[in-house]
């Protein structure tokens, strides 16, 4: 679903990336690691076509970036859940209906999916929030919020950039708890982080690769963790 | 239904949950809504005087196109004799339906604007004038005056045409003003509605950037945009419009004496005419809206 084929990126005259290639299978569950500056949110970026490979080919479902139109791009995203530090919301709007924007902006009708959308927010933890504006939400609850509104169009992968950021341990389990979950439901996960810890917690409940950003390369990362 | 049909329902129609994803509105919007009504304010303006004009330059032409005038300077002593000989050669002329030499009372209410109501013109040497009423087809001007030069020494044939040339260009450009006026407040309307749609979608670059991550194509977010420009273009036009037919409508009413002024404004069916004026500001706007949209998703891509 997502390919990655001898790729590299430049920025600001420098070589980010290089030669990076890897296969995101279904169902798969990855954790991309890596010092700050590694290239991390980049390296994300470029799996769901918000960046352009300087060099080496990027597929998303079988097509190649370069030849995607706008709206092709905009498409795929329906296919690939993104979940951002920073969380973007629209904050004029309630939280319910961030969640709900996939929907929205895909032109399907709201109310014929307010059962799920009530049942998401209920598997965020969320539902007493669900009127609140997003700048009146917790760091956690941004993270819930972003979470909901990425797997809401049901996408095959979700790709999560540092979503234990801004939140404490226990929340940092939540979240990864919700993730584990839905990767048993079949969705392929890629999850940025600098936690080791997190990646420690998991391990004894999901069977995921670790990579990680080093000196421009991506590695497998080794029993060190 | 054509692609244009079905854009222009959904842009009527509208869709509530896409209009709440663009922020309400700004002070862009605001001035969208001002900068209509006055553009259609002035519209109403510039058409009631292109319409005038255009009634003008008929009137003048109706009135003098089918009416000449004889003018016999003769002695004291030949006028009645050259009068009547002139009226023989009118009546046997094709094209004329009928001749009238005028009395002196008409003669004298013609000159009294100048001398007052007393002036003695039977013993004055006053030209005598023939009135000439002309049929549908009209006479032959350079036939007549040959004649009239053989039978009628002193008779003078004026055919208004060096009045009516001048009055009917003077009008037919003061027409052509009025339009050009319509076309260059159309084009400064959409360019306003342009730069206020383009600093709109800027001002929304983070908005735009949420709703490209969640899935939006840019046909959707242009139509969030557009939609409200258009409605905005359209509310201000048609407040403007409302002001402008208000205030033709209390112009003073058209006076014989008063001229062109009292005459501007519109007549029976004119009125139709300015109510076009919001449907097409709100065309200009969605286009203008359109376009803009495009280019700046373009850029912010």
Redesign the interface.
């Given at each position: 679903m997502i390919e990655l084929e001898n790729m590299a990126y430049s920025y600001g005259g420098g070589e980010l990336l290089s030669d990076i290639s890897l296969k995101l299978s279904p169902g798969s569950f990855h954790f991309l690691t890596g010092p700050s500056g590694a290239g991390k949110t980049t390296f994300l970026k470029l799996c769901y076509g918000a960046l352009v490979p300087t060099s080496g080919e990027v597929r998303l479902f079988g097509q190649e970036v370069r030849e995607m139109s706008r709206d092709d791009h905009a498409l795929t995203r329906r296919r690939i859940g993104v979940v951002h530090q920073d969380c973007q919301f629209l904050d004029h709007l309630p939280m319910a209906d961030n969640v709900a924007l996939p929907l929205t902006v895909s032109g399907r009708d709201n109310l014929d999916h307010l059962s799920d959308l009530k049942e998401l927010l209920s598997w965020v933890g969320l539902s007493k929030r669900a009127e609140a504006l997003p700048p009146t939400l917790s760091g956690g609850e941004r993270q819930r919020a972003a979470l909901a509104r990425a797997v809401i169009m049901s996408p095959d992968v979700v790709l999560a950039d540092e979503p234990t950021g801004n939140v404490d341990w226990d929340m940092s389990q939540r979240l990864l708890r919700l993730l584990i979950e839905l990767n048993r439901m079949g969705k392929t996960i890629m999850i940025a982080t600098h936690d080791l810890n997190l990646i420690r917690a998991a391990k004894n409940q999901v069977q995921a690769r670790v990579l990680r950003i080093a000196g421009r390369k991506l590695q497998l990362a080794g029993a060190d963790l | 239904m054509s692609g244009l049909g079905q854009r222009l329902t959904a842009l009527v129609t509208g869709d509530a949950?896409?209009d709440?994803?663009v922020?309400?509105s700004g002070v862009t919007a605001r001035l969208t809504g001002f900068a209509a009504a006055a553009m259609a304010f002035l519209t109403v303006f510039a058409l009631a005087l292109s319409l005038a004009s255009g009634r003008l330059a008929a009137r003048w032409g109706d009135e003098l196109a089918h009416s000449s005038t004889l003018r016999i300077s003769a002695p004291a002593g030949q006028m009645a004799e050259q009068t009547a000989r002139a009226l023989r050669v009118l009546e046997t002329t094709p094209g004329i339906a009928s001749a009238r030499a005028l009395t002196h009372e008409e003669q004298r209410a013609l000159l009294a604007p100048w001398f007052g109501p007393d002036l003695p013109i039977e013993t004055l040497p006053v030209p005598q004038l023939i009135e000439i009423a002309e049929t549908e087809t009209g006479y032959d001007a350079t036939g007549l005056r040959l004649r009239l030069r053989a039978e009628v020494p002193g008779a003078v044939l004026d055919d208004h045409v060096r009045w009516r040339k001048p009055l009917e260009r003077a009008a037919a450009r003061l027409r052509l003003l009025g339009w050009l006026s319509i076309l260059l407040i159309s084009a400064a309307t959409a360019a306003m509605i342009t730069l206020a749609a383009q600093a709109a979608l800027a001002a929304n670059a983070?908005?735009i950037?949420?709703?490209?991550?969640?899935?939006?194509?840019?046909?959707?977010i242009a139509r969030a945009f557009v939609r409200r420009f258009t409605l905005r273009a359209l509310g201000g036009a048609a407040l403007g419009t409302a002001l402008g037919m208000a205030a033709v409508l209390l112009l003073p009413a058209a006076q014989p004496e008063g001229g062109f002024l009292t005459g501007l404004g519109f007549r029976g069916v004119d009125w139709v005419w300015p109510v076009l004026i919001p449907p097409l500001a709100a065309l200009v706007a969605y286009l203008a809206t359109g376009a803009a949209a495009r280019r700046t998703?373009s850029e912010l891509?």
């Amino acid at each position: 679903m997502i390919e990655l084929e001898n790729m590299a990126y430049s920025y600001g005259g420098g070589e980010l990336l290089s030669d990076i290639s890897l296969k995101l299978s279904p169902g798969s569950f990855h954790f991309l690691t890596g010092p700050s500056g590694a290239g991390k949110t980049t390296f994300l970026k470029l799996c769901y076509g918000a960046l352009v490979p300087t060099s080496g080919e990027v597929r998303l479902f079988g097509q190649e970036v370069r030849e995607m139109s706008r709206d092709d791009h905009a498409l795929t995203r329906r296919r690939i859940g993104v979940v951002h530090q920073d969380c973007q919301f629209l904050d004029h709007l309630p939280m319910a209906d961030n969640v709900a924007l996939p929907l929205t902006v895909s032109g399907r009708d709201n109310l014929d999916h307010l059962s799920d959308l009530k049942e998401l927010l209920s598997w965020v933890g969320l539902s007493k929030r669900a009127e609140a504006l997003p700048p009146t939400l917790s760091g956690g609850e941004r993270q819930r919020a972003a979470l909901a509104r990425a797997v809401i169009m049901s996408p095959d992968v979700v790709l999560a950039d540092e979503p234990t950021g801004n939140v404490d341990w226990d929340m940092s389990q939540r979240l990864l708890r919700l993730l584990i979950e839905l990767n048993r439901m079949g969705k392929t996960i890629m999850i940025a982080t600098h936690d080791l810890n997190l990646i420690r917690a998991a391990k004894n409940q999901v069977q995921a690769r670790v990579l990680r950003i080093a000196g421009r390369k991506l590695q497998l990362a080794g029993a060190d963790l | 239904m054509s692609g244009l049909g079905q854009r222009l329902t959904a842009l009527v129609t509208g869709d509530a949950q896409a209009d709440r994803v663009v922020p309400p509105s700004g002070v862009t919007a605001r001035l969208t809504g001002f900068a209509a009504a006055a553009m259609a304010f002035l519209t109403v303006f510039a058409l009631a005087l292109s319409l005038a004009s255009g009634r003008l330059a008929a009137r003048w032409g109706d009135e003098l196109a089918h009416s000449s005038t004889l003018r016999i300077s003769a002695p004291a002593g030949q006028m009645a004799e050259q009068t009547a000989r002139a009226l023989r050669v009118l009546e046997t002329t094709p094209g004329i339906a009928s001749a009238r030499a005028l009395t002196h009372e008409e003669q004298r209410a013609l000159l009294a604007p100048w001398f007052g109501p007393d002036l003695p013109i039977e013993t004055l040497p006053v030209p005598q004038l023939i009135e000439i009423a002309e049929t549908e087809t009209g006479y032959d001007a350079t036939g007549l005056r040959l004649r009239l030069r053989a039978e009628v020494p002193g008779a003078v044939l004026d055919d208004h045409v060096r009045w009516r040339k001048p009055l009917e260009r003077a009008a037919a450009r003061l027409r052509l003003l009025g339009w050009l006026s319509i076309l260059l407040i159309s084009a400064a309307t959409a360019a306003m509605i342009t730069l206020a749609a383009q600093a709109a979608l800027a001002a929304n670059a983070q908005v735009i950037a949420v709703l490209r991550l969640v899935g939006a194509q840019d046909a959707y977010i242009a139509r969030a945009f557009v939609r409200r420009f258009t409605l905005r273009a359209l509310g201000g036009a048609a407040l403007g419009t409302a002001l402008g037919m208000a205030a033709v409508l209390l112009l003073p009413a058209a006076q014989p004496e008063g001229g062109f002024l009292t005459g501007l404004g519109f007549r029976g069916v004119d009125w139709v005419w300015p109510v076009l004026i919001p449907p097409l500001a709100a065309l200009v706007a969605y286009l203008a809206t359109g376009a803009a949209a495009r280019r700046t998703l373009s850029e912010l891509s």
